[in-house]
């Protein structure tokens, strides 16, 4: 009974397969199903050689022998599987939709012994410009309205006295969405100043700042570049990182804003801290200056967008950066 049973089952069976074979329709969707599992094989082959372009690593935060402490850098990689869901409806590899996943370094900024920062991390394609300010209110509004104009935000360094004297102008700055830090209270000498002072000085600017911006002070630098390591310690024990400069104006000097811009262009690259002040000479070369940084694709950003580890992946212009250099920016497929 059962033999007899399984002989008209493979008889059904058998019957069935020539009545689809002869079938055009039947036919017709076993050839478009061989081609769409073609098309799946090749999005997903690109997909993967893609990821094997994009893919670098994360970058722990160092001391380094020269530049002293440096920050990390996030690496990145392709998610694959997310990327193929976004391209399967279209059923073709397009290298818009490709969702990255950043991928953070073991050790940070903040997890290394106190050490000034004299720059980001170079392969970030970033700079940040400082804006010591103690003195040249006058020049402050025009430099703040071509920061606007270009729609940037740069890190000001005030002196506490100075804003404690001149809360509005520090106002105008905290609501240009600017960031502020600590450049001590009088101007004193760090690297001669006793630890009790050097403390009085930093608590006293980030009272007067924190009133004012209502936000935690993170960075400190110190006045004409002068500390000691006590002092970068007693920064770090604040919560605050010291912040030197990769590229000086040398402003102060009063120099032509051409020369200006010229300095700072010949030195400038991925990860400079370029420091200013507000004076005659730079107000009238931050305009050029912040074209001649992009055309370089130099994004510019706060010291806190410099320093942070996230990985920039494309260009201001929503291009990929050179994938064999280094790939482009979307934290969590966020394009």
Partial sequence: MNKAKRLIALGLIAILALLLAGNPLSARYLRERAAFSTQENELQEKIEQAAKRFYRPPENARIDRVWKAVPGYNGVEVDQKASYLK??????YDERKLVFKQIPPAVHLKDLDPAPVYTGNPDKP??????????????LPDMLKTLKKHHLHATFFLEGRWAK???????????????TGNHSYTHPDFSTLPESKIKSQLVKTNRVLEAITEEKVKWFAPPSGSYRDEAVSIAKSMGMETI?????????QNPSPGAIVERV????????????????????????????LEKKNLQIGTVSK?????????????????????????KDGTE
């Fill in 244 to 252: 030197m400069w990769t590229v000086d104006t040398v402003d102060w």
């Fill in 165 to 179: 004297e001149n809360p509005e102008l520090a106002r105008m700055i905290v609501s240009g969405g600017h960031e």
């Fill in 126 to 139: 970033m700079v940040a410009f400082l804006i010591n300010v103690a003195w040249g209110n006058e020049y």
């Fill in 87 to 92: 391209m399967k409806q279209d059923g073709r």
């Fill in 265 to 292: 262009i010949a030195k400038a690259q991925g990860g400079s801290l370029i420091l200013m002040h507000p004076t005659a000479s730079t107000a009238k070369a931050l305009e050029p200056l912040i074209v001649r």
């Fill in 306 to 330: 410099l320093l942070d580890e996230e990985r920039i992946i494309k260009n201001e212009d929503g291009t990929f950066l050179d994938s064999e250099k280094d790939p482009a920016d979307t």
